[in-house]
């Protein structure tokens, strides 16, 4: 597709995150949202706005799906990026208000049947900031094309 400008296919993303923390109930946050699927000559980006609902208005989230890895990037009001690769561990560095933070992310399981037809992408990986393990984390996102 050398010259030509990627289609960006509207989407509907559904995203429902689980946050568990020791062993109190998980903190689920489910979003329903519009995005949009690009097919890339490695696979697939996914992308949309956030919104005040998830507390970081401003800001464009971005994965990258390419075979076994998917990068998950903000940039806007928040900027980091986030590799999950299953079995394997990436650290990646948080910008704050405050200064950089280191953020490992150990990625446990990596599944997703995403074509251009949408499909689902379930990723369970576990953060340790500044080396301590802070929680694991899931989400699923649903796409739907519109």
């Given at each position: 597709m050398t010259g030509?400008?990627?289609?960006?296919?509207?989407v509907l993303l559904s995203i429902r995150g689980e946050q568990y923390f020791d062993d109190i109930d998980p903190d689920a946050t489910e979003l329903m949202t519009d995005g949009t699927l690009e097919v890339t000559e490695?696979?697939?980006v996914l992308s949309y706005e956030e919104s005040e609902l998830t507390g970081m208005e401003g800001t464009t989230t971005t994965f990258e799906v390419c075979g076994p890895r998917?990068?998950?990037?903000r940039s806007g009001a928040v900027?980091?990026?986030m590799v999950f690769e299953e079995g394997r561990q990436h650290t990646s560095l948080y910008e704050t208000p405050f200064g950089e933070l280191s953020v490992d992310i150990q990625t446990g399981r990596l599944r997703h049947n995403l074509t251009e037809r949408g499909g689902i992408m379930e990723i369970q990986y576990s953060i340790a900031v500044e080396h301590t393990v802070t929680g694991r984390n899931c989400f699923k996102i649903r796409v739907k094309r519109k």
């Open positions: 030509m400008e990627r289609e960006k296919l509207p490695d696979g697939l998917v990068t998950l990037t900027n980091s990026q």
